[in-house]
């Protein structure tokens, strides 16, 4: 950490130990907005393009013979074909099943539900049935554990979106950033960028940046007349062997971006970097600035890049 004045004014620090005593202690448990738990635009839109076919498919609920009844709604409205794989909450088109494994003999079958198609044979027919029979889809419809089949995808497609809430804390920790940075340069006249590359900077600014990876793309990039500022911004909830890499991993990000007189900034929070504190502390002391939302939030660093620090 690159201790300087501005830590005493502003957080009461005397020394970069006090610093890291007052990062560890203010990081922050939750960032959790309420769109954390379900993008219902996303799963509403999701619903919109399959619902005529998950209604015709509805008709089944209460039929006796639905092998017979699925095979004529196949042949008649063949667009049911391609959502069937949504039944079982699959987002793939294409299976490959293994049917025998004994004796070491593996035996598989191909089900393809991909294709865009006005009308169906009687073998795509036959091994949609089969398919929807052995998942036991068939049987849910058959017992009327499911009454509704536009119900029970909605339900689907909630479920398959938790698995974007990972995602969407990253997206928390840049909304609530990019908040401050855009405060920041509307006060002080500068200007930024949102996942910024290496070709947007030099084509909105003219400033070179040399990147250690194609696919580098930083959270945001700051221009304070010529000088150049490059955050990153991440949030970790929990902890795990992964943070002791991503802590090395900014101390070689600092010392390349450092190499070309450019300024690297990480901001980084959650409680889970409690159980990590040892390789984040190390990161801490070797690179300029390390802050977290309550030390952003301080006006830290704000005063960083008003003052080109």
């Known amino acids: 950490m690159k201790f300087n004045p501005i830590f005493k004014n502003l957080i009461h620090c005397s020394n970069s130990e006090e610093v890291f005593s007052y990062f560890k202690n203010t990081l922050t448990d939750s960032i959790t907005p309420w769109t954390y738990y379900v993008n219902w635009q996303k799963v509403i839109a999701n619903f919109r393009k399959i619902e005529i076919s998950l209604n015709i498919l509805n008709t089944l609920i209460g039929k006796n013979n639905l092998e017979q009844e699925l095979k004529y709604l196949l042949n008649n409205y063949p667009e049911i074909f391609s959502v069937i794989p949504i039944l079982i909450a699959c987002r793939t088109s294409n299976f490959q099943i293994l049917t025998n494994y004994l004796n070491g003999n593996f035996q598989y079958k191909n089900y ?48 398959l979106d938790t698995n974007g809430r990972k995602n969407r804390g990253g997206s928390s920790m840049e909304m609530i950033t990019e908040q401050i940075v855009s405060n920041i340069c509307t006060q002080n006249n500068f200007f930024y960028l949102k996942q910024a590359t290496a070709e947007k900077i030099i084509s909105n600014w003219g400033i070179f940046v040399k990147v250690d990876k194609s696919s580098r793309i930083f959270d945001f990039a700051i221009n304070n007349q010529g ?83």
Not at 120 to 144: P, W, Y
Not at 145 to 153: A, L, R, W
Request: a negative charge; hydrophobic letters at 40%; aromatic letters at 12%.
């Open 112 to 159: 393809n539900f991909s294709k865009q198609i006005k009308s169906l044979s009687l073998q795509e027919i036959d091994e949609a049935v089969e398919f929807m029979k052995e998942t036991g889809v068939l049987d849910l419809f058959s017992n009327r554990t499911i009454k509704s089949i536009p119900d029970y995808v909605l339900g689907i497609e909630v479920g």
């Open 227 to 309: 000088m150049l500022y490059l955050i990153e911004v991440n949030f970790y909830g929990g902890g795990g062997s992964k943070l002791k890499s991503t802590a090395g991993e900014y101390r070689n990000l600092f010392d390349f971006i450092s190499a070309q007189n450019h300024k690297l900034i990480w901001v980084t929070d959650g409680l889970g970097w409690k159980t990590t504190l040892k390789p984040l502390e190390e990161t801490f002391n070797y690179i300029d600035y390390t802050f977290n939302l309550n030390m952003v939030n301080s006006g830290l660093l704000a005063e960083v890049i008003k003052q080109q620090i």
